[in-house]
């Protein structure tokens, strides 16, 4: 290689480097906002979700959480499998994991739960219908940590919920992850087994590499020998000489003993096993309270004011009379101030609008036995910043949230699904004529 060639490889290898460097800067969100429109608002309605110190049950409204090592955190909520789940996306009707997104093994999971069924294994839901899930974490690694409650959905990829920054402070060494097993005996989980795998781990390291040295020492491999093989055809085994036959018996026979003398030595140290189980969980699902019913009547966007209008006929079959309060979809939450007022945001990443939500109705509260047609204006800039807008360059323009009603007193609160299709205005809501 010529002097100046070598520059430029150096200059170029630099550049690269300090471009990977640029990208992998310090992650503050990871992906939540390039999954699809559509995948967020119309897979899975996560709402109540609580994030919370599970010890002390400190909200830290405002702030990260702050735990120590082995502090448990707790995240309890509900969600809705939508009914105007996208055609191309695989359906939770074959498999799903309730799972928690943080970057790696930063804790362990004590306990999981949908509808009080442990979620060890997976499970299959069903759209339109109300899940209560619960899960239990233990701080294993110091460190700041976005965690999200995740459903893991076979075909489809991960579905991530509502998020809450974890700030974990201590020392790892401090971290205790022991059980006590159906036999008696208290295990550590941390540290236990780990030996031996390694053991295993080298020992086939280095019968991989003596396999492969064998094979590639002196002579031309690869290329050449494939060549050389095509070329003799039928007498290809000629290549093989009586040592090369006699290493190779060596080794398979030396790894059939070494498989056998491993399964029965732990079959004489642990007699009792059970294999890892992979069955489905069945879980009980609840219905929606169908008191308050609605039907939308239309749905636009206006794409420069990031307005989503919808219009919708409400019937109230409740006792009490209601309101909307709050409408939620793809993670964002519009409230309306004046029957939800002073909520703030949790933190700084919390995708409320306290004030997003505009009621336009011709009673104050809808009456018990009554219908009314009703406009609800959800304005934020969050549309944007949460790259929901994308929602119109999709081929099918729909979509999905839930919507919630509140009584006078704030103590009943009836929710529903609403979806259908969206149509995008690029101007005024007036200038573009009614369906
Ligand atoms: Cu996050």
New binding site residues.
Partial sequence: MKKSQKVISLVMLFLSALAIEMVSMPAF??G?RAQMASLRMRTINWFDTEIFHAGTGERFHGEDIKMKIGDELLIKGKFVPSEWWPEHVNSVEDAVYLNV?VPGPRFIRIDSRINGVPMIRSTRLEFGKLYEYEVRLKARMPGRF?A?SVLSIEGAGPI?GP?RWVDVTGNEEDFENSITTMTGDTLNLETYGIRIIIFWNVFWFIVALGWLGYWFRKRPTVMPRYIKTTELGDDADSQLTMTDMIVSFLFFGGVLVATATGYFVTQQLYPITTPLQTGKVEVPHKELDNSVSLEVLDARYRIPGRSFKITLNVTNNSPHPVQVGDYMSGGLRFINPVILPGLTRADSHDLLSPDGLTVETPVDWIQPGTTEKITIYADDAMWETQRLTSLIYDPDSRFAGMIFFYDPSGKHRYYQEIGGQMIPVFGEYQATPSI
């Fill in positions: 969100a990871h939540e997104g976005h999200h991530i998020a």
